[in-house]
């Protein structure tokens, strides 16, 4: 039996991802997270072997989990599920050391094929996704995004959240001071000068949904 947590905060993606897994007979949801911090509490405590998680949420974001749960060594393997539809995918998103990567229009199908192959220690990638790669490889063009490193990456997503530094430097054990140098160093390699450019950014590459901006 594999069994799966589900970490979104969108509570009709999750309800979508639960009917079609529960309906599988060699799988269970054991447990659902609104947000990043609660879903690596389940990890923890559920071990379960497979995690679906959103990249953008409020507060903690998909990749600082990814890395969470592989410093502290957890056994779930994780599946991170991306907005990305046509825009370059950064490759940043793969050194984060998750197994899987969905697309959220992909198949129950899909869905059921990555949560099976990744519960058996093999890589899933999304076609739209393993295509972009394919072609960013051979023009040479990849994602703006594989610039910067996972953590100027989160506090730039915790930043199009509208959220203070000294909150950021909280959620990340890092000072405010620490946080303001990330800012300043992603703004220059993106060549952006503002939250919103940076916002417009992350949309246009699959970051973030039109829609997830100003909900929090």
Not at 18 to 42: C, F, K, N, T, Y
Not at 53 to 79: C, F, N, W
Not at 82 to 90: E, S
């Amino acid at each position: 039996m594999i069994k799966v947590v589900l970490v979104d905060d969108h509570e009709l993606v999750r309800t979508g991802f639960r009917m079609i897994l529960q309906r599988q007979a060699d799988m269970e949801v054991v447990g659902e997270a609104g947000s990043a911090e609660e879903g690596l509490r389940l990890i923890r405590q559920k071990q379960p072997d497979v995690a679906l998680v959103d990249v953008h949420m409020p507060g903690m974001s998909g990749i600082e989990l990814t890395e969470r749960a592989q410093r502290a060594k957890a056994s779930t393997r994780i599946v991170i599920v991306t907005v990305v539809d046509d825009a370059r995918f950064p490759k940043r998103l793969l050194d984060a050391g998750a197994l899987g990567y969905l697309t959220k229009g992909c198949s129950a199908d899909e869905l059921l094929s990555a949560v099976r192959q990744v519960a058996s220690g093999r890589r899933y990638l999304a076609p739209s996704v393993a295509q972009q790669l394919a072609l960013a490889t051979l023009d040479g063009e990849g994602s703006p995004f594989d610039a910067l490193s996972s953590r100027e990456l989160e506090v730039a997503m915790m930043l199009v959240r509208g959220k203070p530094l000294t909150l950021i430097g909280e959620q990340l054990n890092l000072s405010p001071k620490t946080v303001s140098t990330y800012k300043q160093r992603l703004m220059e390699k993106l060549h952006v000068d503002h939250v919103i450019g940076l916002a417009h950014l992350m949309t246009v590459h699959g970051l973030i949904d039109q829609h997830g901006l100003g909900e929090h």
